[in-house]
């Protein structure tokens, strides 16, 4: 490839990810299904020649932008991972993490909530969809849960019959569920900070206590 090549291909990288971001400011202020690919183009400062270089339709946005929610996500619970812990310290600090974040950046699980409701009826091509799957799928063998449930069964923190694949699996639907009631029950669209102090405690107390050892564990 010569630089001029080069450089042509760094510039349509860089205008789709101006029309990513574009979608993603948009889909953060309202409900996805309302945007149109002229709001993207507009905010971008692209017109609609450019948008379909890149994207057959504006569905394809909102995949993209779901993908990067569920990796920033994700990346903000390993964050709260410590390593050198013991399995049952390091899964409380993540829950407790994965609280935060919903403080933080509710309208990210707002918009997590919208694309599970359209997932099955959205009209998108097969490969987009296995694309999307395998994502979902390398992310949940990703490890932030499994890890820490995997070392507190070898450190004696955690129960010693557990499967940590089912366990990550329950916690992941636990608090992702919970999550989504609060926030579709919110007409404001925000996380109201009493409702999540409340929901804090007793949920992350409830699956702590079913992965623990023993009551010393805790």
Same mark, same amino acid.
């Given at each position: 490839? *010569?630089?001029?090549?080069?450089?042509?291909?760094?510039?349509?990288?860089?205008?789709?990810?101006?029309?990513?971001?574009?979608?993603?400011?948009? !889909?953060?202020?309202?409900?996805?299904?309302?945007i149109?690919?002229?709001?993207?183009?507009?905010?971008?400062?692209?017109?609609?020649?450019?948008?379909?270089?890149h !994207? *057959?339709?504006?569905?394809?946005?909102?995949?993209?932008?779901?993908?990067?929610?569920?990796?920033?996500?994700?990346?903000?619970?390993v964050? %709260?991972?410590?390593?050198?812990?013991?399995?049952?310290?390091?899964?409380?600090?993540?829950?407790?993490?994965?609280?935060? $974040?919903?403080?933080?950046?509710?309208?990210?699980?707002?918009?997590?909530?919208?694309?599970?409701? $359209?997932?099955?009826?959205m009209?998108? *091509?097969?490969?987009?969809?296995?694309?999307?799957?395998? !994502?979902?799928?390398?992310?949940q063998?990703?490890?932030?849960?499994?890890?820490?449930?995997?070392?507190?069964?070898?450190?004696?923190?955690?129960?010693?019959?557990?499967?940590?694949?089912?366990?990550?699996?329950?916690?992941?639907?636990t608090?992702?569920g919970?999550?989504?009631?609060?926030?579709?029950?919110?007409?404001?669209?925000? !996380?109201?900070?009493?409702?999540?102090?409340?929901?804090?405690?007793?949920?992350?107390?409830?699956?702590?206590?079913?992965? %623990?050892?023993?009551?010393? %564990?805790?």
């Amino acid at each position: 490839m *010569n630089e001029q090549e080069s450089w042509h291909q760094h510039v349509r990288s860089q205008h789709r990810e101006e029309l990513i971001g574009a979608g993603q400011q948009l !889909f953060m202020q309202r409900n996805f299904p309302d945007i149109r690919v002229n709001d993207i183009c507009k905010l971008a400062g692209m017109s609609r020649v450019t948008f379909y270089k890149h !994207f *057959n339709d504006i569905n394809e946005v909102v995949f993209e932008v779901q993908m990067r929610i569920l990796t920033h996500m994700t990346d903000w619970l390993v964050a %709260a991972d410590r390593p050198e812990r013991t399995g049952y310290e390091r899964l409380k600090a993540i829950l407790h993490s994965w609280v935060d $974040y919903a403080r933080q950046h509710g309208n990210e699980l707002r918009f997590i909530v919208l694309f599970d409701l $359209y997932y099955d009826g959205m009209p998108i *091509n097969d490969e987009l969809r296995q694309r999307y799957e395998q !994502f979902v799928y390398d992310g949940q063998k990703s490890g932030f849960l499994l890890h820490p449930l995997q070392a507190g069964i070898a450190d004696g923190s955690l129960f010693a019959e557990l499967d940590p694949d089912r366990a990550g699996t329950l916690i992941f639907q636990t608090i992702m569920g919970v999550l989504q009631r609060l926030i579709l029950s919110n007409h404001h669209y925000r !996380f109201q900070s009493n409702a999540l102090d409340e929901m804090d405690l007793p949920v992350i107390t409830m699956l702590l206590h079913y992965v %623990a050892s023993s009551p010393d %564990a805790r």
